[in-house]
Nanobody
Framework: QVRLVESGGRLVQAGGSLRLSCTAS????????MGWFRQAPGKEREFVAA????????RYTDSVKGRFTISRDNAKNTVYLQMNSLKPEDTAVYYC?????????????????WGQGTQVTVSS
């Protein structure tokens, strides 16, 4: 059984930092892109960041560029999301996802495996 388990979400003040982790089990994602999505209350799930299979190519939604960094450790089957300069509008449940492709994309439909999510709350 393939599982993605996120961790690291918590309450943080605006301007603070968090690092989210997502560890996969049940299969290797070394050949697949990984992504982070988020869903705020009352809103649709949205793309945050993606990283290709090698870790050499990343992409971000405009609102997090320069503040968030996605990375991966294929030996640990883990992907990370470093979030700096957090804002209240970053408050959401953050989901890790494993793609069917080698290159990261923004479309949630390209991601077959999903974690249960971790809550990030940024207070003003």
């Amino acid at each position: 059984q393939v599982r993605l388990v996120e961790s690291g979400g918590r309450l943080v003040q605006a301007g603070g930092s968090l690092r989210l982790s997502c560890t996969a089990s049940g299969r290797s994602f070394g050949g697949n892109a990984m992504g982070w999505f988020r869903q705020a209350p009352g809103k649709e799930r949205e793309f945050v960041a993606a990283i290709d299979w090698s870790g050499g190519l990343t992409r971000y939604t405009d609102s997090v560029k320069g503040r968030f960094t996605i990375s991966r450790d294929n030996a640990k089957n883990t992907v990370y999301l470093q979030m700096n300069s957090l804002k209240p509008e970053d408050t959401a449940v953050y989901y890790c996802a494993g793609s069917t492709l080698a290159v990261g994309t923004v479309a949630s439909t390209d991601y077959y495996y999903w974690g249960q999510g971790t809550q990030v709350t940024v207070s003003s």
